[in-house]
Nanobody, 128 residues
Framework: QVQLVESGGGLVQPGGSLRLSCAASGWTYDYYGIGWFRQIPGREREGISCISKKDDATYYIDSVKGRFTLSRDSTENTVYLQMNNLKPEDTAFYYC?????????????????????WGQGTQVTVSS
């Protein structure tokens, strides 16, 4: 059974950094696309980034580009989201998810309907 487990969330001051991890297990395919989403209560889930294992392609929405960086562990199905220069508006519950097509789409990576497995999420709070 496919499982995704996020970790690394917490409370950080504006301008600070956090690194989120997403560990995928039970995945039997050679490739994957893992996306990150975030959600504030009362709002729709927002797709923010994605990384493809096949070619290490990464995609980001404009509001996090230059501040957030995706990487992956080459030996395990673990993806990291390094978040720098965090802002109060980054406060949200963060989820990782597996793309059902096994890769990230350059134009649709932030669409929730591309993903069929989701983690339980981790809270990120940016506040002074």
């Amino acid at each position: 059974q496919v499982q995704l487990v996020e970790s690394g969330g917490g409370l950080v001051q504006p301008g600070g950094s956090l690194r989120l991890s997403c560990a995928a297990s039970g995945w039997t395919y050679d490739y994957y696309g893992i996306g990150w989403f975030r959600q504030i209560p009362g709002r729709e889930r927002e797709g923010i980034s994605c990384i493809s294992k096949k070619d290490d392609a990464t995609y980001y929405i404009d509001s996090v580009k230059g501040r957030f960086t995706l990487s992956r562990d080459s030996t395990e199905n673990t993806v990291y989201l390094q978040m720098n220069n965090l802002k109060p508006e980054d406060t949200a519950f963060y989820y990782c998810a597996l793309d059902k097509y096994l890769y990230c789409s350059s134009y649709a990576f932030n669409r929730a309907d591309r993903y069929n497995y989701w983690g339980q999420g981790t809270q990120v709070t940016v506040s002074s």
